[in-house]
């Protein structure tokens, strides 16, 4: 925790270094601006770098280990069915909302920012012309996954790792537990390794700030405040959406449930972490009256399933970075975003910003420059409150209603 704390105030002291520096080349040496702004760039260049050489191995261990595990839900039966149900569903309306209101409000299109890389743009030139069921299918699955290790095509990286991860959990406990078990140590350790790439994030944070400003003066900010305000107007309508879902399947005792976790939503509100608060929602679903054998199997599930915030920030965040820098991506490209989104953040742990890989990933995927990722970093912190604390409202619902669908919910839980 506060380790997070002192990457947010280097943030910070990069982004007002950023835009002192950028400020100050803008006023006073203009003519030095392009070249300046292209070379203080690099920092910004090495920290995504960074952060997409981690992307293959990260979907592929997290992916595989969600899906390998899951063979506990044959043990379960309807419970994992009813929970899987729930996951994908409210997951694909995260996504959908985030997707529609970052169209409605246009949150990027306030400035616009020259695509200066000729390969992003020789890119973006390709993928605007649309897939073609051929190249679509060609795009999917892999003639050989190291090639698609190398080249971070995570879509064909997705699709060996559900194959991979289901053949696993067919393969019998004998032969699969060593190998979930390697898989969910290297996991482990590169989301370890995402902690420490972040510490690289002020340097990328005073790279992008100070090229922006040199070259665009001071017009980026007026964007950043559009950008909170649109995003938490989107989160607080899937708030709407998912307490209306709650009070259809709890009916009163959805405001009890409100009152018994609000500390747990707090928690993760400062923290920016939802998987600080597990042991505390874990206690407080109980004495909600969820029973103690669905709370102990559906609630890590969701931890890695259901992060309905984090969900809806991928879309949100993914179209506004392609909207500042003017590219026009079609409803079918749209649309394909939002199905490899529901699929590569499948076992991404709510860990702060580890959602951003995905981000960089899918952004790389559609021709939209990844370096836009560092322009929204100095204000993700705010974001990433918010939407740690949806994620664990979203799986407290999740909990509480396939108890009540299971008839494990006790009434009485409330008088414990």
Request: glycine share 8%.
């Amino acid at each position: 925790m506060k380790g997070q704390n002192k990457l947010f105030i280097a943030i910070i002291i990069a982004l007002v270094l950023g835009v002192g520096i950028g400020g100050l080349v803008h006023v006073s040496y203009p003519e030095s601006a392009e070249s300046f702004s292209r070379n203080i760039k690099l920092l910004g260049t090495v920290f995504i770098r960074l952060v997409q050489m981690i992307i293959a191995p990260l979907v592929f261990t997290t992916l595989v280990v969600g899906i390998a595990k899951m063979s506990d839900i044959k043990m379960i039966g309807r419970v994992g069915t009813k929970a899987m149900l729930w996951f994908i569903s409210a997951s694909l309306i995260s996504l959908f909302i985030g997707l529609m209101l970052v169209n409605w409000l246009e949150p990027g299109h306030v400035t616009k920012l020259p695509i200066q890389d000729a390969a992003s743009a020789e890119e973006l030139l390709k993928t605007s012309k649309g897939f073609s069921l051929e190249d679509f299918v060609k795009h999917i699955i892999p003639k050989s996954i190291f090639e698609a290790f190398a080249t971070n095509e995570v879509l064909q990286i997705v699709v060996f790792s559900i194959m991979f991860g289901i053949a696993l959990a067919n393969m019998g406990e004998e032969y699969s537990q060593p190998v979930i078990k390697l898989f969910d140590i290297v996991a482990h350790g590169i989301l370890k390794m995402v902690g420490y790439i972040m510490w690289f994030a002020p340097l990328g944070v005073l790279g992008a700030i100070a090229a922006v400003v040199a070259t665009n003066g001071f017009e980026i900010f007026k964007v950043y405040a559009i950008y909170l305000r649109d995003f938490f107007f989107a989160l607080g309508i899937l708030w709407l959406v998912l307490l209306l879902v709650g009070y259809m399947i709890l009916g009163n005792r959805l405001f009890e449930l409100l009152r018994r976790i609000k500390e747990p939503l707090l928690i993760a509100f400062s923290t920016t972490s939802s998987e600080a608060v597990f042991p505390k929602l874990v206690e407080e679903l109980e004495r909600f009256g969820c029973n103690n054998r669905v709370v102990s199997f559906i609630l890590p599930l969701g931890y890695s399933f259901n992060l309905d915030g984090s969900m809806m920030y991928m879309t949100f965040a993914s179209i506004f970075i392609a909207q500042i820098y003017g590219i026009e991506m079609t409803l079918g490209q749209q649309i394909t975003m939002l199905l490899v989104l529901m699929l590569t953040s499948k076992g991404i742990a709510g860990v702060p910003r580890a959602s951003l890989v995905i981000i960089v990933a899918t952004c790389s995927m559609f021709g939209i420059p990844p370096e836009g990722i560092a322009l929204i970093l100095p204000i993700d912190h705010f974001c990433d409150m918010g939407r740690s604390m949806t994620n664990v409202l979203g799986n407290a619902l999740a909990t509480s209603a396939v108890s009540k669908w299971e008839g494990q919910l006790d009434n009485h839980g409330g008088n414990l």
